[in-house]
């Protein structure tokens, strides 16, 4: 049961590339979402979704874009990276569904080391 | 804004110590608390918490709630090295948001 797969592992990217991180999930879970890891700044949730075709905005959403065409997947788009954006990332994915999503816990991935130079 | 304030920041104990962290919550409509473990990577799920009062135990380790004081706590009993890690805890409340404190860092030494 491989749960929630993040992909890259690590990346390096140039100030005003694009790139995408991947997140899939396995579980047939309708909530995911994703979120940036900071040196004493916890965990920030940046977009959500409580299922395919639904997104919204978390706490630091400025510079990321998703969507949500399956179930599955839910990928992290960032449109013009900055050295600001430099971070570790977590997707994660709850079986929670509808208003009783604070039911179910959240599981994560391994995270995505992203260096923006 | 719904904040999650947890306590101490980080912690140095001796193995067999026993520890008790803190998380403070301010929230509307608050649905349910919970805490995670992380090591070198992801976080993993300790406990939920819904209900005041009721103790959730999982060898070791045990958690619980004050929903009239708005604060949880996580005590672990004679701890050991491999307990070294970053504790999370998380609140859900009406928004489909789960929103996280900055941790407590705690390092058990041998």
């Known amino acids: 049961n491989a749960g929630v797969t993040q992909t890259p592992k690590f990346q390096v990217l140039k100030t005003g590339q694009s790139m995408t991180l991947q997140c899939a999930q396995d579980?047939?879970?309708?909530?995911m979402s994703w979120y940036r890891q900071d040196p004493g700044m916890g965990l920030r949730l940046i977009h959500y979704?409580?299922?395919?075709?639904?997104?919204d905005q978390g706490e630091v959403p400025n510079g990321y874009n998703v969507s949500r065409s399956t179930t599955e997947d839910f990928p992290l788009r960032l449109l013009s990276a900055a050295p600001s954006q430099t971070s570790v990332y977590f997707c994660?994915?709850?079986?929670?569904?509808?208003?009783?999503?604070?039911?179910?816990?959240?599981?994560f991935g391994n995270g995505t080391r992203l260096t923006v130079t | 804004e719904d904040k999650v304030v947890q306590s101490p920041l980080s912690l140095v104990v001796h193995e067999g110590d026993t520890v008790t962290l803190n998380c403070s919550y301010e929230?509307?409509?608050?649905?349910?608390l919970l805490w995670y473990k992380q090591e070198k990577k992801a976080p993993t799920f300790l406990f939920m918490l819904?209900?005041?009062?009721i103790e959730k135990k999982s060898g070791r380790l045990s958690s619980i709630l004050d929903k009239k004081e708005l604060f949880s706590i996580l005590n672990i009993t004679a701890t050991q090295t491999g307990d070294s890690a970053v504790y999370l805890c998380?609140?859900?409340?009406?928004?489909?948001?789960?929103?996280f404190g900055t941790g407590t860092r705690l390092k058990v030494l041998a």
């Open positions: 994660a994915s709850s079986s929670g569904t509808g208003l009783d999503y604070y039911n179910s816990p959240l599981h």
């Open positions: 579980m047939n879970h309708e909530y």
């Open positions: 979704s409580v299922g395919a075709g639904i997104t």
């Open positions: 929230v509307t409509n608050f649905r349910s």
């Open positions: 819904t209900s005041s009062g």
């Open positions: 998380a609140e859900t409340s009406g928004t489909y948001k789960y929103i």
